[in-house]
């Protein structure tokens, strides 16, 4: 499985980002899939998760403010509003299948005034 993000870029703080996640294959309707990010210097997080059932649910600091969303089970969305500069970092997507974990490149999101 290979695993491409896109949309990231340099925003000010309050814009808006919608990153996406393509899978090479059809597979987020059967595993669901997650998003992390890495700031510099600091441990990955969990950001955000979709089940394959399509529920959602996200870390204390983003709640309100990005949203995931999916409409065919090759391809998640996560969409950003109300950037803060804690938001940077490069932003990662992952999906476990069975007992093996697929990352992708990661799409780097920056937000400074």
């Known amino acids: 499985v290979q695993l491409v993000e896109s949309g990231g870029g340099l925003v000010q703080p309050g814009g808006s980002l919608r990153l996406s996640c393509e899978a090479s294959?059809?597979?987020?309707?059967?595993?669901?899939m997650i998003w992390y990010r890495q700031a510099p210097g600091q441990q990955r997080e969990s950001v955000a998760r979709?089940?394959?059932?399509?529920?959602t649910n996200y870390t204390d600091s983003v709640k309100g403010r990005f949203t995931l969303s999916s409409h065919d089970p090759k391809t998640v969305y996560l969409q950003m509003n109300n950037l803060k500069p804690g938001d940077t970092a490069l932003y990662f997507c992952?999906?476990?299948?069975?007992?093996?974990?697929?990352w992708g490149q990661g799409t780097q999101v920056t937000v400074s005034s």
């Open positions: 992952h999906v476990r299948v069975f007992n093996d974990d697929y």
């Open positions: 294959r059809s597979i987020f309707n059967l595993y669901g």
């Open positions: 979709i089940t394959p059932f399509g529920d």
